[in-house]
């Protein structure tokens, strides 16, 4: 795996008793997707052992929030990989085109788990 500081997160975690879901929340502030065709990602990423993540856009709304997961699952492992995943903005319900925040929300898995994530970029188009 990765070797130094310059990683953007570097993670280990053990879990105790199950649990739903693990969330890492990334602020992007109010992006504004109006003219926008694709939000998407791109991460390097490995891991001591086979593991996956996924990512998440979560936009505020009048009731509270709503969440458009990406497509993809990241699988990282012993070897560095790099993963591009997007979502097709057109005509979709859970993407307001305007919000006043927004967050990159990162999944992990539900088990005790390492993960290096070496480097991280949004990109609308």
Same mark, same amino acid.
């Given at each position: 795996?990765?070797?130094?500081?310059?990683?953007?997160?570097?993670?280990?975690?053990?879990?105790?008793?199950?649990?739903?879901?693990?969330?890492?929340?990334?602020?992007?502030?109010?992006?504004?997707?109006?003219?926008?065709?694709?939000?998407?990602?791109?991460?390097?990423?490995?891991?001591?052992?086979?593991?996956?993540?996924?990512?998440?856009?979560?936009?505020?709304?009048?009731?509270?929030?709503?969440? *458009?997961?990406?497509?993809?699952?990241? !699988?990282?492992?012993?070897?560095? /990989?790099?993963?591009? +995943? #997007?979502?097709? %903005?057109?005509?979709?319900?859970?993407?307001?085109?305007? *919000?006043?925040?927004?967050?990159?929300? !990162?999944?992990?898995?539900?088990q /005790?788990?390492?993960? +290096? #994530?070496?480097? %991280?970029?949004v990109f609308?188009?």
């Amino acid at each position: 795996c990765a070797a130094g500081g310059s990683n953007v997160l570097s993670i280990e975690y053990s879990v105790e008793r199950p649990v739903k879901w693990l969330g890492l929340h990334l602020p992007l502030g109010g992006i504004d997707l109006y003219d926008a065709t694709v939000f998407g990602v791109v991460c390097k990423s490995c891991a001591p052992e086979a593991t996956t993540f996924r990512f998440c856009l979560r936009s505020p709304t009048a009731s509270g929030f709503v969440d *458009a997961f990406l497509p993809k699952h990241v !699988v990282a492992y012993a070897q560095t /990989s790099t993963h591009v +995943d #997007l979502l097709k %903005l057109d005509d979709r319900e859970d993407v307001p085109e305007q *919000a006043a925040w927004r967050d990159l929300i !990162v999944f992990f898995p539900t088990q /005790s788990a390492a993960i +290096d #994530l070496i480097d %991280l970029r949004v990109f609308v188009v």
